[in-house]
C-alpha cells in the first residue's frame, strides 16, 4: 500500500453487508487496542524521557501517531489527521521533530507499546491469546500494506504498513492494530471527501448525529466562529437544522459515509477464513476488555463507537 492513494471509483466495490459488518466489528475490537498508547502512564513517562511536555496528551500523541510519516511539516499532517484544525497541528509540527527525530519517537514508541500491554495485561501480555491475535492481525495488516490493498490506501495506513515488525507478539498486535486503523482511518477520509464534508463539517455533522456531544470535538482546536460557519453551511444543504441536529437527509449522509468506511476497510479481512476470523474475535475479546476495564480511555470520544 506503500504510496497508494485512494480510488474512490473502484475501492470497495463489490463489498456485501456481511464483510462491511465483519470489518466494523474487528475495528471496534481493534480500536480501544490501539488507542490506549495514548492515555497510557507508561507512554507518557516514554515521552517525557525524550523531552516532550506531558502536561496533556497533545504533543505526544502527535509525535506516536505521526512519526511514520518521518519529519513531516504541518501541512502534511494536517491533511493525514484530518480532524485537527490546522492552528492546533502547527503548535506541535514541526516542533515535535525538534525534541526528538521521528525514528527515536519510533523506538521510543515500540517501548511504550510494550510497557503498557505488560501493565494492561500482566502475564497474560505474553500469553497465547495475545500470540493467536498477534499472527492473524499480522495478516491482515499484511493484506492491508499490500499492492492489491493500494486502491484504498492512504498515508498513515501505508507509513505504519511499510515499518519493520516488532518480534514481540503483543508489539506486533499493537502494530497490527494500528495499520489496520490507520488504513480504515484513511478510507474514512475518502468517504467523507466522497460526501463533500471539509473536515469541519465533518465534525459537525458527526455530533449532529449524537456520535458525542460538541464539547468532545473541541479537543480538534476548531474555533466557535469556525464550527458555527460549518454548522450554517450544512444548514443550507439541508443537512443539520438551525439547532444543530442532524435531519433526515444529514441522518442519510452520515450512515452512507459509514458503510462506505466498512467497505472500504473489508478487503484485507479477506486474508482470514471465516474460522480464523472467529479466532482472532475469541483472543481479542479478553484483550479488549482489559482495555476498556482499564479506565484509560474516554467514556465519551469522536469515534462514535457504539453510537453509529
Do not use: C
Not at 106 to 133: F, I, K, M, Q, S
Not at 277 to 299: C, D, F
Amino acid at each position: 500500500m506503500a504510496g497508494g492513494t485512494t480510488n474512490g471509483a473502484s475501492a470497495g466495490v463489490g463489498v456485501g453487508d456481511g464483510e462491511r459488518g465483519a470489518a466494523r466489528r474487528m475495528w471496534h475490537l481493534l480500536e480501544p487496542l490501539h488507542a490506549v498508547l495514548y492515555y497510557a502512564p507508561e507512554a507518557f513517562e516514554e515521552a517525557a524521557a525524550l523531552g516532550y511536555d506531558t502536561a496533556e496528551r497533545w504533543p505526544s500523541y502527535f509525535a506516536w501517531r505521526a512519526a511514520p510519516l518521518g519529519p513531516v511539516g504541518a501541512e502534511e499532517v494536517t491533511a493525514a489527521f484530518h480532524s485537527f484544525s490546522p492552528s492546533t497541528v502547527r503548535r506541535h509540527v514541526p516542533a515535535s521533530w525538534r525534541v526528538a527525530a521521528p525514528d527515536a519517537v519510533l523506538t521510543a514508541r515500540d517501548r511504550a507499546v510494550r510497557r503498557t500491554y505488560a501493565g494492561l495485561l500482566g502475564p497474560d501480555a505474553h500469553g497465547p491469546g495475545v500470540t493467536e491475535a498477534a499472527v492473524l492481525a499480522r495478516r491482515v495488516a499484511e493484506a492491508a500494506g499490500s499492492a492489491g490493498a493500494e486502491d484504498a490506501g492512504g498515508p498513515l495506513g501505508a507509513a505504519n504498513a511499510a515499518l519493520a515488525w516488532p518480534r514481540e507478539p503483543a508489539a506486533a498486535l499493537w502494530q497490527a492494530a494500528t495499520v489496520l486503523r490507520e488504513y480504515r482511518g484513511d478510507g474514512h477520509l475518502a468517504a467523507l471527501r466522497e460526501a463533500g464534508l471539509d473536515p469541519v463539517e465533518s465534525l459537525v455533522s458527526f455530533a449532529a448525529v449524537g456520535a458525542a456531544p460538541a464539547e468532545v470535538f473541541a479537543s480538534r482546536g476548531w474555533s466557535p466562529a469556525e464550527w458555527a460557519a460549518a454548522r450554517g453551511r450544512l444548514v443550507a444543504r439541508g443537512l443539520v437544522d438551525a439547532d444543530g441536529a442532524a435531519t433526515e437527509a444529514g441522518r442519510a449522509l452520515r450512515g452512507a459515509v459509514e458503510r462506505r468506511t466498512d467497505a472500504l476497510a473489508a478487503a484485507p479481512w479477506r486474508a482470514l477464513t471465516d474460522a480464523e476470523r472467529g479466532r482472532l474475535v475469541t483472543a481479542l475479546e479478553p484483550l479488549w476488555l482489559a482495555a476498556i476495564a482499564s479506565g484509560l480511555l474516554p467514556a465519551e470520544n469522536t469515534l462514535g463507537i457504539g453510537k453509529v
